[in-house]
């Protein structure tokens, strides 16, 4: 068992910034992609940003340029710097880690969620 915890949201004007945290802990024996997903009122959760164990990042076209996802292996934690924040990036932040294991007699990946992190953008 992953657990996620995220730290690092709260309310900021539009065109500010913040930066949000994810560590994961538990049992760990190998964490894949980690990745941000967001959820705003009303809408479906929308991938945001991944990164891969070798740090290849991918950012959703709403948030190029203005995103940044990093990551930090040894310590299990993946972070997204938020720049030029809109309105619309208002929404709760997911942390999201794609854990190898072994489970029902093979190996193989499972995904586990934090609790998420408000974020709200004031225009």
């Known amino acids: 068992q992953v657990q996620l915890v995220e730290s690092g949201g709260g309310l900021v004007q539009a065109g500010g910034s913040l930066r949000l945290s994810c560590a994961a802990s538990?049992?760990?024996?190998?964490?894949?992609?980690m990745s941000w997903y967001r959820q705003a009122p009303g809408k479906q959760r929308e991938l945001v940003a991944t990164?891969?164990?070798?740090?290849?990042?991918n950012y959703a076209d709403a948030v190029k340029g203005r995103f940044t996802i990093s990551r930090d292996n040894a310590k299990n934690t993946v972070s997204l710097q938020m720049s030029s924040l809109k309105a619309e990036d208002t929404a709760v932040y997911y942390c999201?880690?794609?854990?190898?294991?072994?489970?029902?007699?093979?190996?193989?990946?499972?995904?586990?969620w934090g609790q998420g992190t408000q974020v709200t953008v004031s225009s």
């Open positions: 990164i891969t164990r070798g740090g290849n990042t």
């Open positions: 999201n880690a794609d854990h190898w294991e072994y489970s029902g007699g093979s190996y193989g990946t499972r995904a586990y």
């Open positions: 538990g049992s760990i024996f190998s964490i894949n992609n």
